[in-house]
């Protein structure tokens, strides 16, 4: 497996200005990034966008970095993670609130799989906070969601949640 290539999974439900800082961030340390999109949220439930949506979202979202490519899975991740040939999950770290739920999925993954690692990057401070729900609940009433997600996504969320606007 490639010590040049990692994986960032998440469910981009969708893809957010802090997920792409990450993916930029983790592009410069490493050669090849796949970012693995789930097909469902952890806690079961629908997602807002269809896996096809959120792949082409993050595609467009990722068009001008080289070096990245977006895979949808249905797998454990660290199945995929061996399939597509990455040693290393990388994931964003916001505000403390997100701790325990990571290091508890850094503990299950390392528990299946003990040679791949999770590596986390802090988000910066603009986007600390910055969710993909938080970017839903301010679309869906009319609020401004410039800057908080590239702006193909934008178009999308407003058509998505308040349509007509
Ligand atoms: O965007 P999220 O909610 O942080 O993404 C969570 C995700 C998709 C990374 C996580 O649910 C996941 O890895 N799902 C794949 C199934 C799996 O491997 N589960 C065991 C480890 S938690």
């Known amino acids: 497996m490639s010590e040049t290539r990692a994986i960032i999974p998440g469910t ?17 340390l ?3 990034i ?17 896996l096809d949506e959120r792949v082409r979202l993050l595609e467009r979202a990722t068009e001008k970095l080289s070096g990245v490519e977006i895979r949808p899975f ?16 990388v994931k964003g770290l916001r505000a403390v609130s997100d701790f325990e739920r990571e290091f508890q999925m850094a503990q299950l993954n390392h528990g299946l799989e003990d040679d791949i690692e999770t590596m986390f990057i802090m988000a910066i401070p603009d986007y600390a906070y910055l969710s993909s729900s938080a970017v839903k609940e301010i ?25 007509g606007r």
Do not use: C, W
């Not at 999109?37 to 629908?46: H, N, R, Y």
């Open 30 to 32: 490493y050669d090849e």
């Open 12 to 28: 981009f439900d969708p893809v957010t200005s802090g997920h792409v800082d990450i993916i930029e961030r983790t592009r410069s």
């Open 34 to 50: 796949v970012v693995a999109v789930a097909l469902s949220p952890e806690k079961g439930g629908g997602t807002t966008f269809t």
């Open 74 to 89: 249905d797998t454990l991740l660290v199945d995929f993670a061996r399939e597509v040939g990455a040693r290393v999950i």
């Open 139 to 163: 679309a869906r009433h009319g609020g401004p969601v410039e800057g908080l997600v590239p702006e193909a996504v934008r178009t999308a969320v407003v058509e998505r949640l308040h349509p």
